[in-house]
């Protein structure tokens, strides 16, 4: 049997890393369990290295772009591109057909729509001889249908944010607060932190993210006559493009 535990430590653009933080907001100071005592550990990549860390740096996603060339379809039919949302890998896809009399007029009516109102997830189009060139929004992987004697082509391939962009942070470590167990079960008010002043994340920043298992020596409990290790889920948040120091 194991004692399993979740650990989260974040570091900010301008904190060494041995002022970083733990998930109730206490500065950690050096610690030789977490890497913290390192002495120039210099970026994100050359600590995870260093210290056994898997890490999973920041990088912008890359918008998908596909063409959809409308110039076989028969003079007269009607036009239409089905756009759907398939980021997700759920059954039911977010999808929206858009119908027009030319590629000219299609592309207008695709131009700046969303498939689900208000999701903020809008498409561009332009149009040029008959064809289409629709560019999905950030983080989002779409298929396309259209007539069958248009032709699709996929020119860019999506590719998703690595690491968290700072948009997520805030709904990433309240996960990890929540796990942690800051639900009060005898039912006085409870507080909820502020995850950029009371947890020491920068505000607007992206974060790159380090990810470690530490497994204890096998111990022996008496009371079960049962050996077991304690296992600790190590992640540290860093501030994208933070340059490390330790103080």
Do not use: C, M, R, W
């Given at each position: 049997m194991a004692n399993t535990k979740d650990t989260l430590i974040i570091v900010q653009a301008s904190a060494a890393m041995d002022e970083s933080k733990n998930a109730a907001g206490r500065v950690l100071g050096a610690d030789a369990a977490y890497g913290l005592d390192m002495a120039t550990p210099a970026d994100a990549a050359t600590f995870a290295?260093?210290?056994?860390?898997?890490?999973?740096a920041f990088a912008a996603a890359t918008a998908g772009v596909s063409?959809?060339?409308?110039?076989?379809?028969?003079?007269?039919e009607e036009l239409f591109v089905t756009l759907i949302d398939v980021s997700n890998g759920r059954r039911q896809f977010p999808r929206k057909s858009f119908r027009a009399a030319t590629a000219a007029a299609l592309a207008t009516v695709i131009n700046g729509a969303e498939l689900e109102v208000g999701d903020g997830k809008a498409y561009t189009c332009t149009e040029s001889a008959g064809v289409l060139t629709i560019t999905f929004p950030g983080d989002v992987i779409a298929k396309l249908a259209a007539n069958e004697a248009s032709v699709i082509a996929a020119t860019t391939a999506p590719v998703l944010t690595a690491g968290i962009k700072a948009a997520d942070v805030i709904e990433f470590v309240g996960a990890k607060v929540t796990k942690a167990g800051r639900t009060n079960r005898v039912g006085f008010p409870v507080?909820?932190?502020?995850?950029?002043?009371?947890?020491?994340?920068?505000?607007?920043?992206?974060?790159?993210?380090?990810?470690?298992?530490?497994?204890?020596?096998?111990?022996?409990?008496?009371?079960?006559?049962?050996?077991?290790?304690?296992?600790?889920?190590?992640?540290?948040?860093?501030?994208?493009?933070?340059?490390?120091t330790a103080s």
């Open positions: 290295a260093a210290q056994g860390y898997t890490v999973n063409t959809v060339d409308t110039t076989g379809v028969a003079a007269g507080i909820e932190p502020n995850v950029f002043v009371d947890l020491g994340l920068a505000v607007g920043a992206d974060y790159d993210v380090l990810t470690k298992q530490i497994v204890s020596d096998v111990k022996f409990d008496k009371n079960t006559g049962s050996s077991y290790q304690d296992v600790e889920h190590v992640t540290i948040l860093i501030a994208d493009g933070a340059s490390l």
